[in-house]
């Protein structure tokens, strides 16, 4: 019987930290020999010797049957790259967030995964860790974010705006980590809705508007679905899009009635959205997309919050 060939796929080295067991086998090409050959076996320990190596090899690979084994390691790992005085920040901050953009994309092609809620708490674990281990943080996460739109790093550029600030508020323990689950996850109910109306190349037509303005709601129920029960992260993922003036959806709710978590995430849902790339408009400077929040939509959001977030990027 003919033995099934065995798929790899690429991996990042990064993550291979010294003193950690690797439960996966990893492996390098042999350009000699137009092969793969065996880097590490599995339940290893990456030593000093591996470490020395690595620098000498471009990519690693695993078997695709393997990949399972793989993110587990990584997810478990995270925070401690994060926490880590042996990483340079910047190289720190794009190992986490490459791993929350690939995160996201899983969460967004199964949203109703019972995973998801774990996959969130290590992603937001991994960039309070990140935020609390530099004071110059939050100038290397801005840096990062500065791309092209889409809605999977939409959601993680709000979830790092909105951990900064919730920081910069007096913000801790779990209350910023349940903060943080609620920015990644506020945009989930996208998933739900049609992609042409997602990835649309301008403006929405009346009916395109409404169905997306479906999508809070829709992430709401997700978020229950996979065992989101606080009422903090369900209101902030719910109400992000509802205004102080009450002319907001789903619930049209007004002022003092709604809750903190759906302040911030509305105020740094606006700015991430101003200040990246559309294809149907260019990017606006962080003063422009302030100043326009500031003049045009103090109806809209919660203008203290706004002041706060002003502050908090001036310190950066």
Do not use: W
Not at 15 to 30: P, W
Request: with cysteine.
């Amino acid at each position: 019987m003919k033995s099934k060939r065995k798929k790899y796929i690429s991996i990042d080295k990064r993550f291979l930290t010294e003193g950690h067991t690797v439960n996966f086998e990893v492996y390098e090409t042999n350009k000699e020999k137009n092969a793969m050959t065996l880097f590490l076996q599995s339940d290893s320990l990456v030593d000093g010797n591996n470490k020395v190596r690595l620098r000498e090899i471009e990519k690693l690979y695993i078997t695709e049957d393997s990949y399972r084994e793989y993110e587990e390691y990584v997810n478990g790992h995270l925070q401690s790259i994060a926490k880590s005085s042996n990483i340079p920040l910047n190289e720190k901050v794009t190992i986490v967030y490459e791993n929350a953009t690939r995160i996201l994309d899983d969460m967004f092609e199964n949203p109703e995964s019972l995973e998801n809620l774990k996959k969130s708490k290590e992603v937001v674990g991994g960039f309070i860790e990140t935020i609390l281990s530099d004071s110059t943080a939050l100038t290397s996460l801005m840096k990062i974010t500065a791309h092209d739109y889409y809605t999977h790093t939409h959601s993680i550029n709000v979830g790092i705006y909105s951990l900064c600030l919730g920081k910069y508020l007096g913000v801790s323990g779990q209350e910023l980590e349940n903060l943080g689950t609620a920015a990644l996850l506020h945009d989930i109910g996208k998933s739900k809705i049609d992609a042409e109306i997602i990835n649309k190349n301008g403006s929405l037509t009346e009916d395109e508007f409404a169905t997306m303005k479906h999508h809070s709601a829709l992430g709401y129920e997700i978020a229950k679905k996979i065992g989101i029960e606080d009422r903090d992260i369900l209101s902030g993922i719910r109400h992000h899009h509802e205004k102080q003036d009450g002319y907001g959806y789903p619930d049209g709710i007004e002022g003092d009635n709604l809750s903190n978590f759906a302040r911030i995430i509305g105020v740094c849902d606006v700015f991430d959205a101003l200040t990246t790339k559309r294809s149907y408009k260019d990017p606006f400077s962080s003063f422009e997309a302030l100043s326009l929040m500031k003049k045009q939509m103090s109806t809209h959001l919660d203008m203290e919050l706004v002041n706060s977030f002003v502050k908090m990027l001036q310190k950066t």
